[in-house]
């Protein structure tokens, strides 16, 4: 996007599980909320929630906003987290309840096969002896005490999340309980480490744990012009479930167009290829990069002292360890800093400085372009196809408000000339 416009694309792929079983399908990713308002919404992640596609709620969504237009775009953000949480009709308490069991459940099974397991392994080669059940007991217990501690540090959007925790543990206890008892069955718990559990059980819904992956939500991307916005912005959330009225969302950096920052690309989802186009260096090669230069600067102390270790005391050998590690340190963020400099200052900022000054078609033009250079990976190569179909896209500015530019139909809009007549409102197309 730049100062006067943002331009919205997306694919058509979509994602869902049936038996464990991944089933692809179509979907439409980006909408509209109308004509009476600057504003479209990209979905990414999930196509639905709880159940419900997200494009029927998008749709019900704009129809409660009426004619007012938001005077701040955030604005849309807030009043769209409000009609998740206050449409009980919609998401009747069976349901949420059937969403929270299978989250709590899902979550104590990754803390066995993936957690528990991954740390017993690196036990073994670490110890190279046998594993007895009292240090299983301890280990799960300490990887349960840490858990408690990321989420308890977490942030939140609850309001009062002490009183939500205890409605959460109230109604759901004696189901959380069952759940351990299951999972757990032939493992051996603490007393402390089973009440541990349950507390963890209510933060699932409350808190974000920070630098934690958590994959199960639907990225919902608002963007374009509340009425008193000059620049276009873009308010990202992830939205996770809905429990008791509360709804579980984050909110993401929201990003805008200023007069000092004249121009943005932002890839969501499955941005490796973006990444890559914009950087000049693929995301996954530069982490394994740093890593490997992280490992090389603090083994590299230790690789020089053994080749010296006969001919000084072990005084000196503490001396030039910290000596040579703090220069390795030293090292290492200087080339990281350049790293990050040559990446501004020769890719980052020309694409930046060309896409501040596009038209709104050229706009589209790079937005579908670049989801096109992610369906080609994705479609030549090994990977699942998870990124194909046609791309829809849209071109949101101040004076033309939101405006589509390639759409897909599941029908041929010649013969259903009714269909559009019924969005003619005061004489004005409405936005579909």
Request: aromatic share 12%; charged share 30%; with cysteine.
């Amino acid at each position: 996007m730049n100062r006067q416009a943002v331009a919205l694309a997306a694919d058509s792929a979509a994602t869902a599980y049936s038996g464990g079983r991944p089933i692809y399908t179509h979907a439409n990713k980006i909408l509209s909320l109308g004509a009476r308002h600057t504003v479209g919404v990209m979905i990414y992640s999930s196509a639905t929630f709880m159940g419900i596609p997200w494009e029927t709620l998008i749709k019900m969504f704009r129809e409660t906003l009426g004619n007012q237009q938001q005077s701040q775009l955030d604005n849309y953000g807030k009043l769209l987290v409000e009609f998740l949480e206050n449409n009980q009709e919609l998401f009747p308490e069976e349901l949420q309840v059937k969403y929270a069991l299978s989250r709590i459940d899902d979550y104590f099974e990754s803390l066995i096969i993936e957690t528990l397991s991954h740390r017993l392994d690196f036990s073994f080669f670490e110890n190279q002896s046998e594993i007895n059940e009292e240090d299983i007991k301890k280990l799960f217990a300490d990887i349960v005490e840490e858990e408690l501690e990321k989420y308890r540090n977490g942030e939140t959007y609850v309001n009062k999340p002490e009183k939500y925790g205890e409605l959460i543990n109230q109604k759901l206890g004696s189901h959380v309980d069952q759940i351990i008892a299951e999972i757990f069955e032939i493992f051996p718990l603490d007393d402390k480490t089973k009440e541990n559990l349950k507390q963890l059980a209510t933060y699932l819904f409350i808190y974000h744990p920070e630098n934690s992956q958590e994959y199960d939500y639907t990225g919902v991307v608002i963007s374009g012009f509340g009425d008193k916005d000059i620049f276009p912005r873009v308010q990202p959330l992830k939205i996770f479930g809905l429990l008791f009225g509360v709804l579980k969302f984050k909110k993401e950096e929201y990003k805008k167009v200023t007069h000092q920052n004249s121009a943005l690309i932002m890839p969501f989802a499955q941005d490796e290829v973006m990444r890559t186009f914009i950087d000049g260096i693929s995301p996954y090669l530069m982490s394994y990069n740093d890593f490997f230069f992280k490992y090389f600067v603090s083994e590299l102390p230790q690789l020089i002292l053994d080749e010296v270790e006969d001919l000084i005391d072990d005084e000196q050998e503490n001396q030039i360890h910290k000596a040579i590690k703090a220069k390795s340190l030293k090292a290492y963020k200087k080339y990281k800093s350049n790293i990050n400099r040559f990446m501004k200052e020769y890719n980052i900022d020309p694409v930046l400085t060309v896409t501040s000054v596009m038209a709104k078609d050229e706009l589209a033009e790079l937005a579908e372009s670049l989801v096109h250079l992610t369906c080609i990976k994705k479609k030549y190569s090994t990977e699942d196809e998870t990124v194909g179909g046609p791309v829809d896209v849209a071109v949101i500015s101040k004076g033309d408000g939101f405006v589509w530019i390639k759409r897909k139909n599941y029908f041929d809009s010649q013969d259903n000339y009714k269909f559009f007549n019924k969005y003619k409102r005061h004489g004005e197309q409405e936005i579909i």
